[in-house]
Structures are given as C-alpha cells and as structure tokens.
C-alpha cells in the first residue's frame, strides 16, 4: 500500500506540487478580494452592500474589455514557445504588456466620456476602481506568463505574501470609510501585487514584434468574445437587477455567487496546474494521450461535482447563517439551493475549458455556445423578471448554464475525436 502510494506520488510528484503552490497563490490573491466581501457585508447596509456588488460587476465587465483575452492567450504561447522557441519566448510580455495598456486607455476614455449618461449617480463609484481597468488585465497578464514558465511556487509566494501584507490596509479602509473604502482596497490591492510581479519578474525585451502581436491578438481575440459571452449569462444579471432597482436582491445573489467561485477555486487551480502538459501533447500531436485524459478529466470531475454538491447542500445553509447572518433568509437560501444544482456541471467546464479547451488553441468552442446562451440569457431575464421577480434571473442561469456547457463539451469531444482518427 505504502509502496503504491509512493510510485503514484512520484508519477505525478510535478503535478501535486504545481497544484499545492498554484494553491497558495490562487488563495492569496482571492482570499483578500473575499475579504473586503465579507468585511463590505457586515459593515454596510444591505443597500450600499447591493451598490458595491453593483459597482464591480460594472467595472469587471469593463475589464474584459482592457484585457480582452490578452494574458490567458500569452498563458498558452508562453508554454508553447517554452517549448518550440525560445527567442519568442522573450519577447512575449512587453508585446502582450503594450496591448492591455492601449485596450486600458481607450475604455478609461470611453468609460470618462459616456459612463455618467448610464450610471448616473452611481458614476462616482466607478472613478475609484477605475485604475482596476489597467491593474487587473496586467496582473493576469504575468500570472498567464509566470503558469506558463511553471513559476508556480514564485508565484504562490509572491501573491501570499502581497495578500497578508494588505490585510492591514484593507481592514483600515473598509471599517474608516465603507463602501468607498472598499473600492479603493481593490484597486491598492492589484497595484500592489502588480509591482512586485514585475519586479521579481526581472527586465524584459522592449522589442514591438507585430507578427507576435498578431498571433496574440487573433487568438485573444476568440477567448474575449468568450468572456464577454460568459459575462452576459453570469454576471449580466447583477446589472440587469440594478435596472429594476433590486439593489438588496443583488447582494444576496452575489453572496451566493461568491461562495460557489470559492468552491470552484480548487478545480480552477488543478486545471490551470495540467493545462502546460495538455498544451505540450497537442502541440507534439498526441492527440490521443490528449482524448485519453480528457476523457479521464471528465468522468472525475463529474463524480467529484456530484459528490460535493451533496455535501454542500448540508454544510453551506449554517455556515452563511455563521458568516452573513444578516443574509441569512429564504431568498438567499432559495438561490443557493437552486444555483447547488448546477455545480457538478460548472465543475466540468472549469476543468475542460481552462486545461483543455484554452490550453489546446480551441477556445473558440466555447465562444459558439456561450454567445447563444448569453443572449439567451439577456432575454430570458427580462421574461422571467416579469414573471417571477427578482429569483427569475436564477432561473434564467439555470437553462442557459445547462445549455452553453453541455454543447461545449460535445463539439470539443467531436473535434478531438477527429484529430485521433486522422492520425491512427
């Protein structure tokens, strides 16, 4: 027993390891942007906590559009030309670096121009993470390149160690001034975790490659279509609950929301952790070690989804009675319950989008079924709005999570059931 334990851990020693850092990291970095969460809930009201959720789910929207696919691209031509060519490999961040910082510029202008004809009094809000819009996309930029180098332990160290430093401020900020405090405890946090990520990254070649920036920006160009399709059957439905003025209903729903992307962290770090390993077989053309893992990745993640939606269903209703007692009442319960039944299937995409689909150039599977379901579910929420209030929008969630997955997890099934055909 002990001796198969150990041929296993050796099997899989690189793995394990990346995943334990990668953990680390993962957790530094969100366990302090949970942290203003949970400090924002207990110390504003209901309403100003709705108008904070509000406020970041305008400002992430915009981010999409600073980044636009930017640096999870890189992720992948950082690993591919680790790999293939290392002259490539160096000029990577400044070219990736010079996009996001041109996509920042002209939504800041965009956002200065034109953001007070839609926000309205809720503007002002928004000029405080406004720096968000640069600092997000550019830390995500060198977490992409230092996953790709495999830096997972230098990360981790770098992202833990940022978190525990900016506890102090952040508490200070949160509890002195509320809600404003709170958005600026954001944007201090990624500027924070900016400058050391560059710092310890060291210099970089300062040389324009177009034909790098190209590449780049054609395969970036698919992932931000995705996003922004992902947004608009996710975090759409904040915004559209601030059209109809259901700013309380806000902050339960994100509550809920929150707590299942904390769940779902392992599952993010495990495939971002495989993701170099995927890349380097589908660029060798193994694609039949690819569909053999995939397949593999498949079956456990469905299992363990079920599995943990079973037992969130005993553990999650006292712990938001423990942390978020003034929330805890029907309505969120509701969400919560309803939201539970899709897990297992947002596990599954976690897992085959990030290490899969994204880590092999196919991300555009993804774009085809999430810009119908996006759409999709736009209207569905005004529909069921009407009909059912405030909890329609999770309703809405529900079929168009279903719909966009399940689709997306066939045609990339189909597409690499071809390759191996092709080369057997």
């Known amino acids: 027993m002990t ?6 851990y050796n099997k899989h020693k690189e793995t394990i390891h990346n995943f334990i850092w990668r953990a680390l990291q993962i ?11 949970i400090l924002c809930a207990k110390l504003l009201t209901p309403y100003d906590f709705g108008v904070y959720n509000y406020i970041l789910a305008v400002v992430f929207f915009l981010i999409i559009f600073g980044d636009f696919g930017i640096s999870t ?14 002259n490539k490999l160096r000029l990577i961040p400044f070219n990736s670096l010079l996009i996001i910082v041109s996509l920042g510029v002209v939504v800041s202008l965009l956002v200065i121009l034109f953001g007070e004809i839609y926000l309205k009094d809720k503007y002002i809000f928004v000029l405080y993470v406004l720096p968000m819009l640069f600092l997000a996309p550019i830390s995500s930029l060198y977490d992409g390149i230092y996953r790709g180098l495999k830096r997972f332990k230098e990360l981790a160290i770098i992202s833990v160690s940022v978190g525990l430093f900016a506890i102090g401020f952040v508490y200070f900020l949160v509890s002195q001034y509320g809600l404003i405090g709170a958005l600026i405890s954001q944007s201090l946090f990624y500027l924070l975790l900016v ?6 990254y060291g210099l970089i070649t300062t040389k324009i490659d177009k034909k790098l920036m190209k590449t780049i920006i054609k395969y970036s160009t698919v992932i931000g279509f995705t996003a922004i399709a992902y947004y608009f059957y996710t975090k759409a439905d904040i915004i559209i609950l601030g059209h109809f003025n259901y700013i309380n209903e806000i902050g339960y729903y994100e509550i809920v929301n929150k707590i299942f992307e904390i769940i779902k962290l392992p599952t993010l770090i495990l495939a971002t952790v495989l993701a170099p390993a995927i890349t380097k077989y589908y660029a060798e053309k193994k694609y039949h070690i690819v569909k053999k893992k995939f397949l593999k990745h498949l079956y456990y993640s469905s299992a363990f989804g079920v599995i943990l939606g079973i037992l969130l269903y005993i553990i999650i209703p006292p712990l938001i009675e423990l942390f978020f007692n003034e929330y805890f009442i029907p309505e969120t319960i509701l969400i919560f319950k309803l939201l539970l039944l899709i897990l297992p299937i947002r596990i599954v995409a ?20 999430m810009i119908p379901a996006g759409i999709l579910n736009i209207v ?4 069921f709005i009407y009909y059912f209030g405030f909890i329609g929008v999770v309703y809405s969630t529900l079929i168009c999570f279903t719909f966009a997955i399940s689709s997306f997890i066939i045609l990339y099934y189909i597409k690499l059931n071809k ?4 080369l057997n």
């Open 195 to 200: 400058l050391v990520l560059i710092i310890r």
């Open 27 to 37: 957790f530094g970095k969100q366990g302090i942007t949970f942290l203003i969460f």
């Open 419 to 422: 390759l191996s055909k092709c």
């Open 73 to 86: 691209a890189t992720s992948k031509y950082v690993a591919e030309y680790n790999i293939i060519d290392k």
């Open 350 to 369: 976690t897992i085959i989008s990030q290490s899969h689909a994204i880590a092999t150039g196919n991300a555009h599977f993804s774009l085809w079924t």
């Open 380 to 383: 569905l929420d005004f529909v």
């Open 3 to 8: 001796r198969t334990i150990k041929n296993n």
